[in-house]
């Protein structure tokens, strides 16, 4: 049986609760006051009358079910609720009139048929009808509606990934850019310096690649690559740069988007000036309210570094894709600071495939 044949649960639960009131109505205009004196209309009319409504109901359904299937778009509802009016009220009448002849040729109980009854059992038809097939409609368009929403939503959510996936692809190349271009700096300056930090960059875009895989890292997981990368910049820069953290460890489960702090202390690595006497201070640490705040001292250089806004660009974009507020960059004459939301794992559950499934 096809799929359109099938009365859905609206139909079903209509036509039982509907029908045994319809019976009454149909036999007590048919034999008026017998109907609560002679037992025998209850026991030979009234299955009667269901069992021609049945065969009268599954008509209907095939009508507006098979009108649904032809022409299913919302856009479409005016010409399908044209063509089930035209279809369905002859169906109703021609229905209602065989039972009505049907009961006077057989003479039925002793029925003769009469056009009042005839007039009355139509209109009862139509009421009926109305109200049903309105119903119907209303239903339908409903559920349209929803799938309509639900697919909506789904082509954003692939929108949404595709951008984030976009997001993380610059991530990787900016990053092996920058020190590419720092390992040619140091192999003209020292070359021990310069073998040293490419051993520690091998280890270091070996973790960097395998993370971010993931839209979303753990506190704990980039505040363990932080490290691993400041060994880099020590390597080059020695205690002209100093990373302080202090983070509370409640907060190591929570999610930030992924490789966040490398692209941040790149970032002031790449717009401060270092130098023993005047080291770079960068200090990471959390605060109440599910924050995490990386704060350094401002020592800016008199030519600016070229720059392509991979960093606060990349990460403020991520958390909107998100939906998350909080992303915040806060600067005066001698601190530059940004605060990154944390994020509880539960919350983004209605945003499981930007995430990897490391986390779910």
């Keep these: 049986m096809k799929k359109w044949m099938k009365p859905t649960g609206l139909q079903v639960f209509t036509f039982m609760a509907s029908m045994p009131i319809i019976s009454v109505l149909l ?14 209309i209850w026991l030979i009319s009234f299955p009667l009358i269901f069992l021609l409504g049945f065969l009268s109901y599954r008509g209907h359904v095939l009508i507006g079910n098979y009108t649904k299937y032809r ?8 010409k399908r609720i044209l063509i089930e009016v035209f279809c369905l009220l002859p169906f109703m009448s021609a229905s209602v009139t065989v039972i009505f002849f049907l009961y006077d040729w057989l003479s039925i109980l002793g ?14 038809g139509f009421c009926v009808n109305l109200i049903f097939e309105t119903l119907y409609e209303a239903d339908y368009v409903l559920e349209k509606y929803k799938e309509s929403v639900q697919e909506k939503e789904t082509m954003k959510q692939l929108a949404m990934e ?77 205690d002209a740069v100093q990373l302080h953290m202090e983070i509370d460890k409640r907060y190591e489960s929570y999610l930030l988007p992924s490789l966040s702090l490398q692209l941040l202390v790149e970032n002031v ?3 401060n000036v270092l130098s023993k006497n005047k080291p770079l201070v960068i200090d990471i640490f959390t605060t109440a309210g599910n924050k995490l705040v990386i704060n350094n001292n401002l020592q800016r250089r008199t ?30 004459e001698k601190n530059f600071t940004v605060v990154l ?16 499934g490391r986390l779910q």
């Design 71 to 78: 022409y299913p778009a919302l856009n479409q509802t005016r």
């Design 111 to 124: 029925y003769q048929l009469k056009m009042p009854d005839l007039k009355m059992g139509l209109l009862v």
């Design 269 to 271: 690595v790449k717009h």
């Design 27 to 40: 036999n007590y205009i048919m034999f008026d006051a017998r109907l609560f004196n002679e037992g025998k």
């Design 162 to 238: 595709h951008e984030f996936d976009s997001l993380k692809s610059q991530v990787n190349p900016h990053f092996l850019f920058n020190c590419f271009n720092t390992l040619s700096s140091l192999i003209s300056e020292d070359k021990q310096k310069a073998e040293k930090f490419l051993d520690e960059l091998s280890k270091v875009y070996r973790y960097l690649l395998r993370n971010n895989e993931d839209g979303l890292s753990t506190v704990g997981n980039e505040i363990k690559f932080i490290r691993s990368y400041y060994q880099l910049l020590q390597t080059r820069h020695g």
């Design 303 to 332: 030519v600016k570094a070229p720059s392509n806004k991979v960093g606060l660009d990349n990460i403020r974009a991520k958390y909107g894709l998100l939906g998350y507020p909080g992303f915040q960059v806060m600067k005066d």
């Design 341 to 356: 939301p944390l994020i509880w794992n539960n919350s983004l559950q209605l945003k499981q495939p930007l995430m990897s």
